[in-house]
């Protein structure tokens, strides 16, 4: 099975996004909560750090938080996703946690996605951009599903960004890949199958 993951790079914050779900990590050895998962525990009163707080849930990886939103957010649910210990945090489990996200966001039935960067900083986000879609695609292709993930960053790093992925394609990325960058969003550029250059 095949499927195709768009992406699409976007500055707003997560709770301004337009999407079916808006998804974000966070460390079990992270308090108070940082980054995209603080911005969310705030959205929700405290929530998460409540259910932390209470053992109901405590970051390992495969924990998942599945909440509506109620207007807090424009995107009508959130999935949270423990993933572990930052300082176990390496590359095969950023893999591992991007493939998750995207697996279990095809099964509720999300055809877009506000994705914010999985446990990576913003400003490392270009350095990990393969392995973060790699685990992405890898979901994708095995449901055979069509999704859309806007990969929330800082409006500093878009431009880093767009250019890690560009050459991602270019080097010949698996097929499945389409990324729309914000200069040019009806051109959008596309992994080649195997032997067949670069993406157009």
Known sequence: MSGALLVELESAPLERCEADL??????????PLRDAAAAIDWRFCGLLSERLSEGVIAGDPGEAVLL??????RAPRVLLLGLGSRAEYRPP????????????????GARSLALAPLGVAPDDFARNA?????GALASVNEAGASIRARIVLPPGELGAASRAIEELIASGAPSG???RSASAPAEPRRASPPGAGPGL
């Open 93 to 108: 489990r950023l893999v591992a946690a991007s493939r998750a996200a995207l697996k279990r966001s095809i099964d509720i």
């Open 177 to 179: 890949l389409v990324f």
């Open 68 to 73: 509506p939103t109620y207007g807090r957010m």
């Open 130 to 134: 393969e392995l973060l879609l790699s």
């Open 22 to 31: 808006v998804v974000a990590g966070f460390f079990r050895d992270e308090r």
